[in-house]
């Protein structure tokens, strides 16, 4: 089974800068979400989709940061313009269910490693 | 607030010894409780998932345990190889959102 896919791995840019991240959850996962790693810190959610519909953004920096997910599979996160502080690892994950006590067990892609400089 | 804590921030230990990495969480509802293992550059992948009713749970020589009174969880690693050497995430599930720990940052040195 193919895990979760994400480009680029890395990326250099510019502050104010724009950049896209695209991933390709894993196949039947209707759950996609997107996370950004500060070096030395645990993941921080940005945003999570159920299909494509919005479940979770409330940790997005609406003012910068948009994601989409228009036909319920592939997803592009997108800063617009890029700060210092956006320097991280930003992760996309994938599970099968959102609701419920069971596993619903993230896979999680490689990362996109972002400078700002 | 839903918190998760997790200590020590580092470790190193030897080739071989075993060690315990300590979990303490604020969350509620709770649903289940994930340790993740990070390797450097690559994302976090799944190792134990505990569940409300489960206080020990292995996979190999990773033990996981789980306090539901204390909200308390330790991953106990044995006989340490230098593939250990990683961050460990501890990730507890409410109802619907879940919450990271910061993690804890695990050398093995021969």
């Known amino acids: 089974e193919a895990g979760v896919a994400q480009s680029p791995r890395y990326k250099i840019i510019e502050k104010r800068q724009s950049v896209a991240f695209w991933c390709n959850p894993i196949?039947?996962?209707?759950?996609l979400y997107w996370y950004q790693q500060i070096l030395g810190q645990g993941p921080k959610l940005l945003i999570q989709?159920?299909?494509?519909?919005?479940?979770?953004d409330s940790q997005l920096p609406k003012d910068r940061f948009s994601a989409e997910r228009l036909k319920g599979v592939d997803s592009t996160l997108k800063i617009q313009p890029a700060k210092l502080e956006d320097s991280a690892v930003y992760l996309c994950a994938s599970s099968l269910a959102i609701r419920g006590r069971g596993g619903n067990e993230q896979f999680f892609g490689p990362g996109t490693r972002l400078t700002v400089l | 607030k839903n918190q998760v804590e997790q200590s020590p921030q580092s470790l190193i230990i030897l080739e071989g010894k075993n060690c315990t990495l300590q979990?303490?969480?604020?969350?509620?509802?709770?649903?289940?409780l994930r340790w993740y293992k990070q390797d450097t550059g690559r994302g976090p992948v799944s190792l134990t998932i505990m569940t409300f009713s489960e206080n020990t749970k292995s996979n190999g020589r990773y033990t996981a345990t789980l306090d539901a009174d204390t909200k308390q969880s330790s991953l106990h690693i044995t006989a340490s190889q230098l593939s250990d050497s990683a961050s460990y995430i501890c990730v507890v599930k409410g109802y619907q959102k879940v919450t990271f720990g910061t993690g804890t940052k695990l050398q093995v040195i021969p």
């Open positions: 989709f159920q299909n494509n519909g919005v479940v979770d």
């Open positions: 196949s039947g996962h209707a759950t």
């Open positions: 979990c303490n969480y604020t969350v509620s509802p709770f649903s289940n």
